[in-house]
C-alpha cells in the first residue's frame, strides 16, 4: 500500500487520475442509489458517456509515454496516429456537459439528479482538460510552444463542434468510420448553420477558458511548491510526470 502511495505521490498527473477515478466511482454510486431508490433503470447514458469521456485520457498518457520515457526514438506514424485517435475522441470528454439538459426530465428526487449530472459532467470537463494538457506538452516537445497553442487552441474549437454533431446530430466518435461519407456531407452542410456555430463556438470558448483556469491554477501551485523536473524516463518502469511550463 506504501509502495502505491509514494507512484501517486511521485507523479502528480498520476495522482490526478486516481482522483478522478476516485470522483467516477463516487458519482457511479450515487447514480446506482438512485435507480435502486426510484427502481427505475435511468441514467446509464451517463456511465457509458463517463467511459467515452477516458478514452482520450488514456490515449494521451500512451501518447506522453512515447514521447517522453521511451527509450528509443517513438515512430513519428505512431505518434500522427495517437494523435488522431485522440484528436477523434477528445470531444467526449466535455461533452458531457451538455447532458445537463436531461435534468427537465426530473420529476423525483430532483436534487440528486442535479448532484449526479453535475458530478459527471464536472469528471468529464477535467478528465478531458488534463488530457488535453497532456497532449499540449507532448506536442510542444516537438514543434515548439506556438505550434502547441495553436494545436490545442484549433482542437478545442473542433471538439466545440463536435459536440453539436454529437447532441444535435447524434454523430459519434467512430462515425467517421462506419459513416464516413455522411458525416462528411453533414458537415460540410452546417457551414451556413447559425445554431451550429453559435453551439461550437459557444462550447469552445467555455472549454477554452476552462483549460486557461486549470492553468493558471497549476502555475500557483508551482510557485508556492516547485516541482522538479521529471518529464524524462526515470527510475525502474514508473513514469515521472511534470508540471512545467510548455
Given at each position: 500500500?506504501?509502495?502505491?502511495?509514494?507512484?501517486?505521490?511521485?507523479?502528480?498527473?498520476?495522482?490526478?487520475?486516481?482522483?478522478?477515478?476516485?470522483?467516477?466511482?463516487?458519482?457511479?454510486?450515487?447514480?446506482?442509489?438512485?435507480?435502486?431508490?426510484?427502481?427505475?433503470?435511468?441514467?446509464?447514458?451517463?456511465?457509458?458517456?463517463?467511459?467515452?469521456?477516458?478514452?482520450?485520457?488514456?490515449?494521451?498518457?500512451?501518447?506522453?509515454?512515447?514521447?517522453?520515457?521511451?527509450?528509443?526514438?517513438?515512430?513519428?506514424?505512431?505518434?500522427?496516429?495517437?494523435?488522431?485517435?485522440?484528436?477523434?475522441?477528445?470531444?467526449?470528454?466535455?461533452?458531457?456537459?451538455?447532458?445537463?439538459?436531461?435534468m427537465r426530465k426530473s420529476v423525483q428526487l430532483v436534487w440528486l439528479d442535479a448532484l449526479i449530472i453535475f458530478?459527471?459532467?464536472?469528471?468529464?470537463?477535467?478528465?478531458?482538460?488534463?488530457?488535453?494538457?497532456?497532449?499540449?506538452?507532448?506536442?510542444?516537445?516537438?514543434?515548439?510552444?506556438?505550434?502547441?497553442?495553436?494545436?490545442?487552441?484549433?482542437?478545442?474549437?473542433?471538439?466545440?463542434?463536435?459536440?453539436?454533431?454529437?447532441?444535435?446530430?447524434?454523430?459519434?466518435?467512430?462515425?467517421?468510420?462506419?459513416?464516413?461519407?455522411?458525416?462528411?456531407?453533414?458537415?460540410?452542410?452546417?457551414?451556413n448553420n447559425l445554431h451550429a456555430w453559435n453551439m461550437s463556438i459557444a462550447y469552445a470558448m467555455f472549454i477554452?477558458?476552462?483549460?486557461?483556469?486549470?492553468?493558471?491554477?497549476?502555475?500557483?501551485?508551482?510557485?508556492?511548491?516547485?516541482?522538479?523536473?521529471?518529464?524524462?524516463?526515470?527510475?525502474?518502469?514508473?513514469?515521472?510526470?511534470?508540471?512545467?511550463?510548455?
Open positions: 500500500m506504501t509502495k502505491v502511495t509514494n507512484i501517486f505521490n511521485q507523479n502528480p498527473i498520476l495522482k490526478l487520475v486516481g482522483v478522478l477515478a476516485l470522483f467516477s466511482i463516487t458519482c457511479t454510486f450515487l447514480l446506482g442509489f438512485k435507480i435502486i431508490e426510484l427502481s427505475r433503470f435511468r441514467g446509464f447514458f451517463l456511465i457509458w458517456n463517463l467511459f467515452l469521456a477516458w478514452i482520450p485520457l488514456f490515449i494521451s498518457l500512451m501518447l506522453y509515454q512515447k514521447i517522453f520515457t521511451s527509450s528509443e526514438n517513438p515512430k513519428k506514424w505512431v505518434l500522427i496516429l495517437l494523435t488522431f485517435v485522440w484528436l477523434l475522441f477528445f470531444p467526449n470528454a466535455p461533452y458531457i456537459i451538455s447532458d445537463i439538459i436531461h458530478g459527471f459532467a464536472t469528471i468529464g470537463l477535467n478528465v478531458g482538460l488534463l488530457s488535453l494538457f497532456i497532449v499540449q506538452k507532448s506536442v510542444s516537445k516537438i514543434y515548439g510552444k506556438g505550434f502547441g497553442w495553436t494545436f490545442i487552441s484549433s482542437t478545442i474549437f473542433l471538439s466545440g463542434f463536435g459536440i453539436y454533431l454529437g447532441r444535435d446530430l447524434r454523430y459519434n466518435s467512430w462515425d467517421i468510420i462506419t459513416r464516413p461519407w455522411e458525416l462528411l456531407l453533414d458537415c460540410l452542410s452546417q457551414w477554452f477558458m476552462a483549460y486557461l483556469m486549470i492553468r493558471s491554477f497549476v502555475e500557483l501551485g508551482q510557485q508556492e511548491q516547485p516541482v522538479e523536473d521529471t518529464s524524462t524516463y526515470s527510475q525502474g518502469n514508473k513514469i515521472r510526470f511534470s508540471f512545467n511550463n510548455d
